[in-house]
């Protein structure tokens, strides 16, 4: 499975991004997915999750109230909007499928993700 994923760039801070995810081959439908990012000389973290249905979504503390990540079914998609961005937001933002055992806090989990997409890289100035 290839994630193809789009939107990155550059924004001024308080701007907004949109990035969009879309697996090649599969149904996103057969995936909860999520998104991770990893800023220059840090480790790549959680930033948001979402069930394959779409009702049960999760945040990073860092980003909830901002980002919204959706799912829409029929066009084999998921998004991460991004609202009111900051500078430590800049980072490379990864995409990826999940399909495992939904235990505890599955969503934060890296390694229990299976594809991976290959990142888009967003900037944001001061």
């Known amino acids: 499975v290839q994630l193809q994923a789009c939107g990155g760039g550059m924004v001024q801070a308080a701007g907004s991004l949109r990035l969009c995810c879309a697996p090649s081959r599969r149904a996103v439908r057969r995936y909860a997915m999520g998104w991770f990012r990893q800023a220059p000389g840090k480790e790549r973290e959680f930033v948001a999750a979402?069930?394959?249905?779409?009702?049960?979504?999760y945040y990073a503390d860092s980003v909830k109230g901002r980002f919204t990540i959706s799912r829409d079914n029929a066009k084999n998609t998921v998004y991460l909007q991004m609202n009111s961005l900051k500078p430590e937001d800049t980072a490379v933002y990864y995409c990826?499928?999940?399909?495992?055992?939904?235990?505890?806090?599955?969503?934060?989990?890296?390694?229990?993700?299976?594809?991976w997409g290959q990142g888009t890289k967003v900037t944001v100035s001061s």
């Open positions: 990826a499928t999940y399909d495992g055992s939904y235990a505890g806090v599955w969503f934060r989990i890296q390694h229990e993700y299976d594809y």
């Open positions: 979402i069930s394959r249905s779409g009702v049960s979504t």
